[in-house]
Antibody, heavy 120, light 109 residues
Framework: EVQLVESGGGSVHPGSSLRLSCEGS????????INWVRQRPGKGLEWVSA???????YYADFVKGRFTVSRENVKDSVYLQMTNLGLGDTAVYYC??????????????WGQGTLVTVSS | QSALTQPASVSGSPGQSITISCTET?????????VSWYQQHPGKGPKLIIY???NRPSGVSNRFSGSKSGNTASLTISGLQAEDEADYYC?????????FGTGTKVSVL
C-alpha cells in the first residue's frame, strides 16, 4: 500500500522555525519528485515547493529565502525547513508525489497532512 | 504561473450529471495540456481523479470524465452519488511547478 506520512507540524510564534518531514512507503520513493502543498484554513490548495528525483529543487515565490527542501532517499524522506514563519503560513501542509519522468506528471500520491499554526 | 478559475459551488441531485469548469486566465496555454483534477473530502488529503485532461487513474470510477476546449477544462460527474460530495480542484503542471484552481464545492441535494 502506498503511503505518504507527514509529521512535524505544531503551534509556533511568528518568526519561529519548524521542520516538516514526509516519509513514503509502498513505492519507489527515489523515482518520484516530492512536492509540498499547503491549504490555509478554509482556502484552496497552494503549491509550495518540490524536490525532484534528479536532485533539483523548486519554490513558490512566497517562500523563497524562507523555506528549504531537502531529501534523504535512504530514509525515503523529504523535509521542509521553514524559517521566519508568519501568520499567513498557518495551514495544513501536505506532501505529494509525482513520478519523476522529466515530463509533466500529475501528483499521484498524497499524505493526510500536518497542521502548522502560527500565532502570537 | 497560471491562474485557474473555477465556480465556487455546483450542486445536483443523486443520479444527475454535473460539470465543473476550470478556465485558465494566463496566456501560458501550453501548460494547460497537462490538466489534472483532484477530489478532497473534508479533513482528508486530495486524491487524483483525472490526469492529462481526460485520463483516469486505475481504481477511479468511470463516472468521472474530463475534457478541454480552448482555455477551459471541464470535469463531469455522471450518476451523482452522495459520496461525490467534496471539494474539487483542477491543476495545471509542468515538470517543475504546479498551479491549482480556486476549487469547487460539490453538493449532492
Amino acid at each position: 500500500e502506498v503511503q505518504l506520512v507527514e509529521s512535524g507540524g505544531g503551534s509556533v510564534h511568528p518568526g519561529s522555525s519548524l521542520r516538516l518531514s514526509c516519509e513514503g512507503s509502498g513505492f519507489v520513493f527515489s523515482a518520484y519528485d516530492i512536492n509540498w502543498v499547503r491549504q490555509r484554513p478554509g482556502k484552496g490548495l497552494e503549491w509550495v515547493s518540490a524536490f525532484g528525483s534528479a536532485g533539483d529543487t523548486y519554490y513558490a515565490d512566497f517562500v523563497k529565502g524562507r523555506f528549504t527542501v531537502s531529501r534523504e532517499n535512504v530514509k525515503d524522506s523529504v523535509y521542509l525547513q521553514m524559517t521566519n514563519l508568519g501568520l499567513g503560513d498557518t495551514a495544513v501542509y501536505y506532501c505529494a508525489a509525482r513520478y519523476g519522468s522529466g515530463s509533466p506528471e500529475p501528483l499521484d500520491y498524497w499524505g493526510q497532512g500536518t497542521l502548522v499554526t502560527v500565532s502570537s | 504561473q497560471s491562474a485557474l478559475t473555477q465556480p465556487a459551488s455546483v450542486s445536483g441531485s443523486p443520479g444527475q450529471s454535473i460539470t465543473i469548469s476550470c478556465t485558465e486566465t494566463n496566456s501560458d496555454i501550453g501548460h494547460f495540456n497537462y490538466v489534472s483534477w483532484y477530489q478532497q473530502h473534508p479533513g482528508k488529503g486530495p486524491k487524483l481523479i483525472i490526469y492529462a485532461v481526460s485520463n483516469r487513474p486505475s481504481g477511479v470510477s468511470n463516472r468521472f470524465s474530463g475534457s478541454k476546449s480552448g482555455n477551459t477544462a471541464s470535469l463531469t460527474i455522471s450518476g451523482l452519488q452522495a459520496e461525490d460530495e467534496a471539494d474539487y480542484y483542477c491543476s495545471s503542471y509542468t515538470s517543475s511547478t504546479t498551479a491549482f484552481g480556486t476549487g469547487t464545492k460539490v453538493s449532492v441535494l
